[in-house]
């Protein structure tokens, strides 16, 4: 006995078109989220407005503070946002619209794909809008187009390691809830860095730690590169610390999209 | 005759949990086929294994032609699936989450806008089609999940439960779109635990106990398995008394009926006797026919 289909089966897609498809999709969520996209906008502004006026006195009181920490709140603000795409990426995984887009024939990347895309974008308008306010409050870079060419490079892409990360949790958490938990515990790890203060000024035992984790050469790379001073090795370890967590990112999440969607 | 579903042994484990016992199905093109039992029966592991969502410890099942496990992508292409949890995306409105899916479907843009009016139409939702999901009732959403699968024409449509939770009304409107679709020859597979439902829509029913099939046949089928007509005795209020089943002879009516003499409760005053056809009810009790089992109208009303 052989069976037969009866109605055509569904074209192959094209290229792109199931990413495009999901990307259309993310962007809609992201903009008719009027709350979440207002405080993923509204909470670096605040941090950074603090950083400036509360504690960069206490910290330097020339009052060159606002020049340093910039670009740690600019990363800081990456991670907010990033960490909101493990909330998204959760709810469809809690819902049952995975399972529906699971028994069509499409890439397992490609709805991940579509969260990671529309939180890129979502943050690098946050991130415009960080530096918009700091030139506001006295933050002066002294980069030429090309650095500051170069530090854009290093943020959207450590906004696309973060994001992707944060995405592949959200696929690992069992709730959306989790998912916030997760996100937290990286949400500190600027604060580890030297994102607000040198790393000499730390504890000996935590200067290790701080010294060699990813967000460290993000931030040296970004600051160098604006505030054109020598950029070193920094840049070269941002990029191959985004480009590893991205690798690793889109492999554990295509590993739990088979393996983990669908559980209710 | 072709067969759209050829599962041989399923088997599927969960810990200590066996769901699935060696699940033997043979569902012909065609035809509407529902998988009838209890919740925890493994019906929805059915499902899940049958559109490729997870796979068996044992076993083989071939949908639409191709082998779940092996040729997953090509089974995938002829299937649609409307699952327990309605599977709609609740910020987007109606017409944007038909148009994604027949964006996702292989249509063009053009073709997706207008098939999105057509099936929008055809489950009553036009009005509603550019407000967000998220403010429907829970009909309304059946509805257009059930729209959602039908963005392009499938082989198999799989119904996991498809009126659970749905009032009299929104379940007689589901069933009517259920039957004009395998009257267009869609191969539908449903589970449920209505025994109405089964009844209504399938052309074939399966009940499934403890992770096996413990029968299979038509309707008409599987009520004959447990004899003929039912005489029950109740007493004035309508409480029923007494059931004894009958092969439907005149002999066998005579006998039923010298047996209720016998019997004390018989003599109650105002009690009425009447003779029934043997209802699925019947049928799903006596075939999963357990101490503890829980009656099927406990069931329907959870």
């Keep these: ?264 | 005759m072709t067969l759209a579903i050829d599962a041989r042994g399923l088997r599927k484990r969960f810990g200590r949990t066996e769901v699935l016992a060696g699940l033997d199905l043979a569902v012909p093109s065609g035809t509407v086929f529902a998988l009838l039992g209890p919740n925890g029966a493994g019906k929805t592991t059915t499902i899940n294994i049958l559109t490729t969502l997870i796979r068996p410890d044992a076993g083989s099942a071939r949908v639409a032609g191709y082998d779940v496990v092996e040729q997953g992508d090509d089974v995938k292409r002829r299937i649609s699936l409307t699952g327990q949890a309605a599977a709609v995306d609740e910020v987007l409105t109606a017409t944007e989450n038909v148009v994604m899916m027949g964006r996702l479907s292989g249509l063009s843009r053009r073709e997706a806008h207008s098939r999105a009016a057509a099936l929008l139409e055809r489950f009553e939702l036009t009005d509603a089609a550019g407000r967000r999901v998220g403010t429907y009732s829970g009909g309304m959403r059946r509805r257009l999940d059930l729209a959602l699968s039908l963005v392009v024409p499938v082989s198999v449509l799989f119904l996991d439960e498809p009126t659970t939770g749905l009032d009299t009304r929104s379940r007689k409107e589901l069933w009517s779109v259920i039957r004009s679709l395998a009257d267009d020859g869609t191969t539908v597979f449903l589970t449920t635990q209505y025994l109405e439902e089964a009844d209504r829509l399938a052309d074939r029913i399966a009940v499934l106990d403890r992770g096996r099939v413990a029968a299979e046949g038509t309707a008409g089928e599987l009520k004959a398995r447990i004899g003929g007509d039912v005489v029950e005795l109740r007493d004035a209020d309508g409480l029923l008394l007494v059931e004894l089943p009958t092969d439907g002879t005149v002999h066998g009516l005579r006998a039923a009926i010298d047996e209720l003499d016998r019997l004390p409760v018989a003599s109650a005053p105002g009690g009425v006797v009447s003779i029934r056809r043997p209802s699925l009810d019947d049928v799903f009790l006596a075939i999963t026919d357990r101490a503890a089992a829980p009656a099927p109208e406990l069931i329907e009303s959870k």
């Design chain 1, 1 to 264: 006995m052989t069976a037969t289909a009866l109605a055509p089966a569904r074209p192959r897609l094209g290229a792109l078109t199931a990413e495009s498809t999901f990307i259309a999709r993310s962007m809609r969520h992201s903009l008719r989220d009027v709350e979440a996209l207002l405080m993923s906008v509204m909470l670096p502004v605040m941090l950074m407005l603090m950083f400036t006026w509360i504690f960069g006195n206490a910290i330097d009181p020339s009052g060159g503070y606002v020049d340093y920490v910039v670009p740690g709140i600019i990363l800081l603000c990456a991670g907010f946002g990033a960490s909101s795409t493990a909330v998204s990426v959760s709810r469809d995984m809690t819902t049952g619209i995975i399972d529906r887009f699971r028994t069509m024939p499409l890439r397992s990347g490609a709805v991940l794909t579509g969260h990671v895309v529309a939180s890129l974008v979502r943050n690098l308008f946050a991130t415009a809008v960080v530096i918009a306010v700091g030139l506001l409050v006295g933050f002066r870079p002294s980069a030429g187009p090309l650095e500051w060419l170069g530090a854009f490079g290093v943020v959207a892409l450590y906004i696309l390691a973060i994001t992707y990360l944060f995405a592949a949790i959200g696929l690992a958490a069992s709730t959306p809830e989790a998912a916030v938990g997760y996100g937290f515990i990286l949400l500190f790890l600027p604060y580890v860095s030297s994102a607000f203060v040198p790393v000499e000024t730390m504890p000996e035992w935590l200067q290790p730690i701080a010294e060699y984790q990813p967000i460290t050469p993000v931030i040296e790379a970004i600051r160098a590169l604006l505030m054109d001073q020598p950029v070193g090795d920094n840049v070269l370890w941002a990029v191959v610390w985004c480009v590893a967590i991205v690798a690793v990112s889109v492999v554990w999440g295509a590993w739990l999209f088979r393996r983990k969607a669908g559980r209710r």
